[in-house]
């Protein structure tokens, strides 16, 4: 009986050699995928050096591995702000970024997690930049310029994230909303500046009719100087008795083929006028 539990003593002894040696392999070593970064801390500790893709030894049982994702990450994010001419203006933007591989170190031991990351620091940071951005225009500014407030709040927003070791890569403005006491004022504006145009329209339009009848006028008194003229002249007398006939035929009265015109004494010789000719 001695030789058996000696037999299985032998046994049971590699057995557990090996699956220590297995175990302490398995925690010896971690593996980063791509797109991934690690930091070893030991007994609560992090290490300096960033882990990067690949096989890595860390010492076993006293030591862990914190992957963080370094491919793009999106998030969205509120803020609100008062614009230059202090009207309430609200926005949420969808940032894009990736965290800094080399300061993913000082991450672990500032920040810890990503949420941590996007809580405490992006969400404060965006409505800061977000206030820079809207102090340096009105609100109709913002809206009708939205892409230099885009700009600004960028170049804010990135400055501010940089020294935390994250990398702003693109950023979109997917609301913008201001108070509904702009928006009254907006559509009164509107309503204003329609009836100024109709104003300005009307004047233009009554300026225009009274050059007309200034024009009318004097192409009516040239035509009477003109007449005036030719009544001096020789033949005048023939105008006026050509204008009596023509006034005559706009009447609807039936025109005579022959009209004998005379003074008013009998001695005088009398004037033949064929009216064919006027109507030709």
């Known amino acids: 009986m001695n030789n058996q539990f000696s037999l299985s003593n032998k046994l049971l002894t590699p057995v557990i050699l090996a699956s220590l040696i297995l175990f302490l392999g398995f925690n010896s ?6 797109g991934q970064a690690g930091v070893i801390s030991v007994l609560g500790k992090a290490r300096d050096g960033v882990l990067l893709e690949g096989i890595h030894f860390k010492p076993p049982l006293i030591s862990v591995v914190d992957i963080y994702d370094l491919t793009v990450q999106k998030f969205e994010v509120p803020a609100e702000s008062s614009t230059k001419d202090l009207q309430d203006l609200s926005a949420r933007f969808a940032i894009n970024f990736r965290l800094d591989p080399l300061l993913v170190v000082e991450i672990r031991r500032t920040q810890g997690t990503l949420a941590n990351i996007v809580s405490k620091i992006i969400a404060p940071q ?6 820079i951005a809207a102090a340096r225009r009105t609100v109709e500014e913002a809206i009708t310029k939205r892409n230099e407030l885009k700009r600004d709040f960028d170049d804010a927003l990135s400055e501010r994230l940089e020294k935390y070791g994250i990398i702003v890569l693109d950023t979109s403005v997917v609301d913008l909303d201001f108070s509904p006491e702009f928006a009254k004022a907006v559509e009164e504006k509107q309503i204003a500046e329609q009836r100024a145009k109709r104003a300005i329209y009307v004047a233009q339009e009554a300026e225009q009719e009274a050059q007309a009848d200034i024009n009318r006028a004097k192409g009516k008194a040239e035509a009477q100087r003109l007449l005036a003229e030719t009544l001096k002249a020789e033949g005048g007398q023939l105008v006026l008795q050509k204008e009596a006939i023509q006034a005559w035929k706009d009447g609807g009265s039936q025109m005579p083929k022959v009209l004998v015109m005379g ?5 005088a010789v009398p004037f033949l006028f064929n009216l064919g000719d006027v109507q030709q």
């Open 263 to 267: 003074g008013k004494e009998q001695t």
């Open 126 to 131: 965006t409505q800061e930049s977000f206030k």
């Open 29 to 34: 070593f971690a593996v980063l995928n791509p």
